[in-house]
Each structure stands twice: as structure tokens, then as C-alpha cells.
């Protein structure tokens, strides 16, 4: 295992600063070395001094001393206490992020496998297999019904017709699609009207019916049935069951698929969650400007590719926040110009973090360059009109107004028309022309209160 690395801790202009505070305040002379002995404050002597002299006060990592401070004995002990306190700080922050990347990393990992072995939505294959069904055998009603765990109901996923079942939702047992789910045995009924489990009110004659079954479990059922009596046989009903059986496989497919992307979306919020929850001045930020964002892609015309991107990144936007200082970020009163220049960075921490995960790379430019503005005076690179990702440009505009809009302890927020009102001032300038116009239509259309 690695060392903590002092030196850089002590690079930091606030831990520098806290030192050279303690160090006045206390009137002492200190000299601080790494644990091989190399100067880092203090001594303009350099070069490692091995063993380190007796009396120093050990600055210690995970039970391991990674420096030394020397000086008064009594008053040393003060400074290397806040030194102590400052690595442990630093070394929780690390470990915060390491762990919320392996989770990101698992989760992706599951979500790309899923992905890559079956691209169809659980709607998409109801729909393709109604088609199919309809092909191959004779009904003038078909629908897909599936099992969910969360309400115990079995749920119209496709239909095409009038719908065998009356009802959107049934419940276990309920109707004869579901005493099939619960038999798991597919089944012909030619007179649903002497059925006593029919609950229909669509004049449905003839049923057949067949369970949506994997390894493990019934998932759902396929009904399919006429209007004017007709006798299916059992030709049809092996045939009907061969149908199902082959989508059953994809259907549990992508159902797992959606509770992993689900999943992803879910542990994504959380993280966003956490990272907003240390502001305590921004509740809500996060899921207004991902809200704002979507108004703007729908209005742009945005691919589902795009769309996906735009939610992930505006989510996402403020991840680098993870990596600036307390006593900065949770500050009630105006930053000072070094103040700000230590929250501009936070887009290029969110890339740092967000690099790390394969599945998230194309979400980094609209992370990384939320703060660009169209005519080349926003940070971190400076970018100028199209250089700029269209989906940072899109989250400018949302989280701009955001921020205009919300109360801060030192400023009360714009009024909803001032804060327009600033977009069209700077639009052209600071923000993208199309996005404002997109944002403006989606404010005419009441979509934004």
C-alpha cells in the first residue's frame, strides 16, 4: 500500500495557509519532513535525513507515520494534531470515491453484458410478438400480459384488437389468462361464455392461451381470441405455445435489462444526491436542471442517443463538487476571487472521476464543459460556439437558470421573468441561441413554473 502523500496535501493553498496561520498564532519555529526525511516546510535544507531526530511529532495515515513536524515539543503537538486531522480527511474523501466508482463499475459492467445480449424493450418484443401471433394464427384479439412483483398484477404490456381481457391489470388467478399464469399450463377455452372464470365484456367466443415461462418461473401469459366462435385445436395451441415460449427468454431479458438500467439511473441519482446534500443551498438543483435539460432536448429534436446522454450529464453535472473543500462549498458569503477559482474546477474533477467508467465516457464533454461559454470566456478550456458539446451547452442554459432563480444566503433569486429575461440578454454571448429559443418555447408552452 502506498503512503499518503504529504507533499501534496501541503501543496494546498488552504492547508499551507492553515499551517502558517497555527504557526504565528503559536510563535513557534517548525520544520515538517516527509517519513524519508525530506524537507517540506520550514527548512530550506533539502535532502533526506535518515533516521528522522527523536523528537519529532509523527503525522500518521492508516497506522503508518507518512512525516514528521519538529520544533517546541508542547506547541509541535498542536500543528501536527491538525495535520493528523487533515490526512484523515483526505483519506476518507479517497476512499468515498473509490467506493462510489466500484459501484459504478459493477453496475455498468451489468448494464453493458445486458445490453449487448438482447437491444429489444419488454414492449417491443409484446408488439413484435402480437405480429407473429396474428401471422400464424387465426384471432382477431391478441395480448401480452406480464407479471409484476412490485403491485402482484399481471400488466397489458401490447395488445391489438379490443383486448381479450376487459381489464388493464388482472390479478393472479383472476380471469382465465390468470389461471393460466398460475397453472403454468397453456390452455384452449372454444366457449368462453360458458367459462366461469371469463370476465371479459368483448364478446370474445374462443380463447387460447399460453403461459410466458422461464427456467424458474411464469412471467406472463399471451392470450389470443375471436369474436364469432372457432375451434381451436391442438395443433394451434402447440404451435401458439412454441410462439411464446421462444419470446419468453427475451422478454425476461429485457425485463432485467430495465431493472438494471433501473438500477444504474437509480445509483446514479443516489451519488448526485449525496454530492448535492453537501450544499445545503442547492436542494433540488440537481433534478431541476435534469428536468430543464429534457424540456430543451425535446425542443431541440434530440435523438433517444442524445436524450439518454442529456439525462446521465445533467445528473451528473456537479459530481466534481466531491473533490472541493468544505469551507469553500458550504460558504454563506461571497467567494473571494481564489474562492471561485477552487469551485471552477470542479468540471474537471467530474471528468477525472467520471473517466474511470467506460460506460460514462461519452457523458464527460457535457460534464466537463457546463461552465463554456459561446464566446470563449467560460472555463476550464475556453471552448467558443460549436467546439462546446451540445449537451454542456443545453445544461449551461438549465443550470444558469437554476442558479438565477434559487435563493443563496447572500441574494435573494430572480423572479422566473428576470431570469428569462437575463437568458435573452446573454444569449449569443455567454449561452447558445437555439438552446435559449428551445428553453423560451418550452416556457411559452408551460412547461416550466
Not at 443516489?270 to 436542471?289: C, F
Not at 456537479?318 to 476571487?337: F, H, Q
Request: overall charge negative; charged content about 25%; aromatic content about 6%.
Amino acid at each position: 500500500m502506498a503512503l499518503f502523500n504529504l507533499k501534496k496535501l501541503l501543496l494546498k493553498k488552504d492547508t499551507s495557509r492553515l499551517i502558517d496561520e497555527l504557526v504565528d498564532s503559536l510563535g513557534v519555529d517548525i520544520l515538517i519532513r516527509d517519513s524519508v526525511g525530506n524537507s517540506l516546510y520550514g527548512d530550506e535544507v533539502s535532502g533526506p535525513l535518515v533516521p528522522p531526530p527523536p523528537v519529532g511529532v509523527p503525522i500518521v495515515s492508516e497506522g503508518q507515520a507518512v512525516g514528521w513536524v519538529y520544533g517546541d515539543d508542547g506547541k509541535t503537538a498542536v500543528i501536527a494534531s491538525a495535520l493528523n486531522y487533515l490526512v484523515k480527511t483526505e483519506v476518507e474523501k479517497k476512499a468515498l470515491a473509490t467506493e462510489a466508482l466500484d459501484k459504478y463499475n459493477e453496475l455498468t459492467m451489468l448494464y453493458d453484458f445486458v445490453e449487448r445480449v438482447n437491444a429489444f424493450n419488454v414492449r417491443e418484443i409484446g408488439d413484435f410478438l402480437i405480429k407473429q401471433v396474428l401471422v400464424q394464427i387465426h384471432a382477431d384479439n391478441v395480448s401480452v400480459m406480464v407479471y409484476n412483483e412490485k403491485t402482484g398484477s399481471l400488466e397489458v404490456i401490447a395488445a391489438s384488437g379490443t383486448c381479450v381481457e376487459s381489464e388493464t391489470t388482472l390479478k393472479l388467478g383472476m380471469g382465465i389468462a390468470g389461471s393460466v399464469v398460475l397453472t403454468g399450463k397453456a390452455e384452449i377455452i372454444n366457449d368462453c361464455l360458458s367459462d366461469k372464470r371469463y370476465i371479459s365484456r368483448n364478446n370474445i367466443s374462443s380463447l387460447i392461451c399460453a403461459p410466458i415461462k422461464t427456467k424458474e418461473k411464469t412471467i406472463g401469459v399471451v392470450s389470443a381470441g375471436t369474436i364469432k366462435p372457432y375451434n381451436y385445436t391442438a395443433n394451434d395451441l402447440k404451435f401458439f405455445s412454441t410462439l411464446v415460449s421462444q419470446a419468453a427468454f427475451a422478454i425476461d431479458n429485457a425485463r432485467l435489462y430495465e431493472h438494471l438500467k433501473e438500477a444504474f439511473i437509480t445509483t446514479i441519482n443516489t451519488l448526485a444526491d449525496t454530492i448535492e446534500k453537501r450544499d445545503p443551498y442547492t436542494g433540488g438543483h440537481t433534478k431541476r436542471v435534469m428536468n430543464y435539460s429534457a424540456l430543451i432536448g425535446e425542443g431541440l429534436g434530440l435523438s433517444t442517443r442524445d436524450m439518454k446522454r442529456l439525462e446521465l450529464a445533467s445528473i451528473l453535472h456537479d459530481i466534481g463538487k466531491i473533490g472541493v473543500s468544505d469551507n469553500v462549498l458550504l460558504k454563506t458569503s461571497r467567494l473571494t476571487e481564489e474562492e471561485f477559482d477552487e469551485i471552477k474546477m470542479h468540471p474537471v474533477y467530474g471528468q477525472e472521476i467520471l473517466s474511470h467508467i467506460e460506460e460514462l465516457k461519452d457523458v464527460i464533454p457535457g460534464i466537463k464543459s457546463h461552465h463554456e461559454r459561446v464566446d470563449g470566456k467560460g472555463y476550464p478550456d475556453g471552448l467558443m460556439g460549436e467546439e462546446i458539446d451540445l449537451i454542456a451547452r443545453i445544461i449551461a442554459v438549465a443550470d444558469s437558470f437554476d442558479a438565477m432563480t434559487s435563493d443563496r444566503p447572500y441574494r435573494k433569486g430572480l423572479s422566473l421573468e428576470a431570469a428569462l429575461e437575463e437568458l435573452r440578454k446573454c444569449s449569443g454571448t455567454q449561452f447558445d441561441t437555439k438552446v435559449v429559443e428551445a428553453f423560451l418555447n418550452a416556457y411559452k408552452k408551460n412547461s416550466i413554473n
